[in-house]
């Protein structure tokens, strides 16, 4: 993990500068980026293209803005902070009074250091957000310089997209939006996250196909999916991620469906880490669920946070900067949206092979050699019926080779089999018997080996 945190950290300062919008230079430069880290394609839409009720927008980007007070000093300047300008404010150069100036001008009383993040891409209109001390010291002069040095034209919507293909027919999507400029948590640590688990999943052998999406938030979605329809609507599950890297609690947006394989796999990663979480129950609100879990295609997603958005004071501020974040919480994070993956790998459903009355364990080796000490208190591994086996060593998702040499446990073995009656995903063993899932997988490999059991059809959702 030492390496993802660096490499966190390293994303993070070059990233963070760019000034990001949903279209235009920092989209892609932030993109070609990634693309050093993960091999993502690069997709372009033309402005103009529709989209089911949407329209892809012209093309914005932005070289310089200031306003200058009366003795030419600029007192608000974009170099400083890229939020300072409305994003896709349009080209303006003039001298005019505050009065005129001031429907143009955002604050935030009630942070008076902090520079508000405010957005106008459907609204033709140009504007600057400045904290109210910057304010109160602009508002002494009456007349002030504004210069936004600006365009908006026909161009293209960028959007990165990466698939790591699985064997089974089932696929689940990760997806984050890239189109703040430099605001830390919400969303360049979604980004960065997102860059991180395709490298995780990367180096696995993967049961169930994985697809990446890095697109500016609601348009970008929207366009994604009008232009794969098809493949979209038959999409099993997924994720958007999403300000992962905060100082606070874990929390967990459940998906439309609420108790989807999506919901559950989580849930029981937070059991097993004993992660204290804050649930949000499912609202159409938030982020890209709103276009994926829409009635035409209804692919249930789900976010795991770490100081959610909405919820956090600096939200949507300039204070939510690389001193709010950190990439030892992104990482911690990262960590639990792979162990939900993982979950999702494993999640098979497996049918006895002697279903009519108990397996006979000790002729195959998997029951203690002196019967009569099961249930008694334990004095030795043997007789409290652990035994030690291999781990399995192939590359599959998820075993790991830092895994320590695990024990069978009896009682799980018989847990085990009693369920394997076909009806039992390895998620309703978990949920039924309160055993971590790396366990029961383990002891699937086992049986199979054993040729006790064998999976039958792909679990279901
Ligand atoms: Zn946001």
């Known amino acids: 993990m030492k390496e993802q945190t660096s490499l966190a950290n390293e994303l993070f300062h070059r990233l963070f500068p760019i000034c990001r919008s949903i279209t235009g230079h920092g ?5 070609r980026i990634i693309r050093e880290y993960a091999e993502f394609n690069l997709l372009e839409y033309p402005s103009g293209t529709k989209c089911y ?21 600029k007192v608000i300047d974009f170099q400083k902070s890229n939020l300072h300008v409305v994003n896709y404010s349009l080209p303006i150069h003039k001298t005019i009074s505050l009065a005129e100036l001031k429907p143009h001008l955002h604050t935030l009383p009630q942070l008076p250091e902090a520079v508000p993040y405010r957005t106008s891409y459907y609204r033709e209109d140009w504007g600057f957000c400045l904290s109210q001390n910057q304010y109160d010291s602009l508002a002494k002069d009456e007349t002030l310089e504004v210069y936004i040095d600006s365009t908006l034209k026909d161009g293209h919507l960028t959007i990165a997209e990466g698939i790591l293909r699985g064997k089974s027919n089932k696929e689940f999507l990760i997806s984050t939006y890239c189109c703040h400029p430099s605001l830390a948590n919400d969303n360049l640590s979604g980004v960065i996250l997102t860059t991180l688990l395709f490298r995780e999943l990367q180096q696995h052998q ?14 970008g ?30 929390g967990y947006k459940e998906t439309f469906r609420q108790n989807h394989l ?19 129950p499912f609202k159409p609100d938030g982020s890209d669920e709103r276009q994926y879990s829409s009635p035409g295609f209804r692919i249930p997603v789900a976010t795991i946070t770490k100081d959610k958005y909405y919820e956090y004071d600096y939200y949507h501020t300039s204070l ?5 974040v950190s990439a030892a919480n992104l990482v911690e ?13 494993m999640n098979q459903t497996y049918l006895s092979l002697n279903p009519y009355g108990e397996v006979q364990l000790g002729k195959r080796g998997l029951y203690p050699q002196t019967g009569g000490a099961i249930n008694q208190k334990p004095n030795s591994d043997q007789e409290s019926g652990q035994r030690e086996f291999p781990n399995q060593t192939s590359g599959d998702f998820p075993s790991s080779k830092s895994v320590p040499k695990a024990h069978i446990d009896l009682d799980a073995l018989t847990w085990f089999l009693f369920l394997a009656d076909g009806q039992h995903s390895l998620m309703d063993m978990a949920e039924r018997t309160g055993l971590p ?25």
């Open 206 to 219: 993967l049961r169930h196909t994985y697809r990446f999406l890095i697109l500016p938030e609601t348009i």
């Open 53 to 73: 009720d949407w329209e892809i927008p012209k093309e914005w980007n932005i070289k310089d803005a200031y306003i200058k007070n009366s003795k030419g000093e």
């Open 333 to 345: 994070t990262l960590k639990l949206y792979v162990a939900a993956i993982e979950k999702l790998e």
């Open 437 to 461: 899932m790396k366990q029961l997988d383990e002891i699937a490999k086992l049986l199979m080996e054993k040729n006790l059991v064998r999976v039958i059809d792909e679990e279901c959702c």
């Open 27 to 31: 989209v892609r430069e932030t993109l």
């Open 320 to 324: 939510d900067d690389l001193n709010f």
């Open 221 to 250: 979605a929207i366009a994604y999916l009008a232009h794969h329809q098809e493949e979209m609507k038959s999409l099993a599950g997924g994720f958007v991620i999403t300000t992962v890297a905060g100082p606070g609690t874990i």
């Open 262 to 280: 999506i919901d559950r796999v989580v849930l029981q990663t937070f059991k097993e880490e004993n992660v204290a979480y804050r649930l949000y």
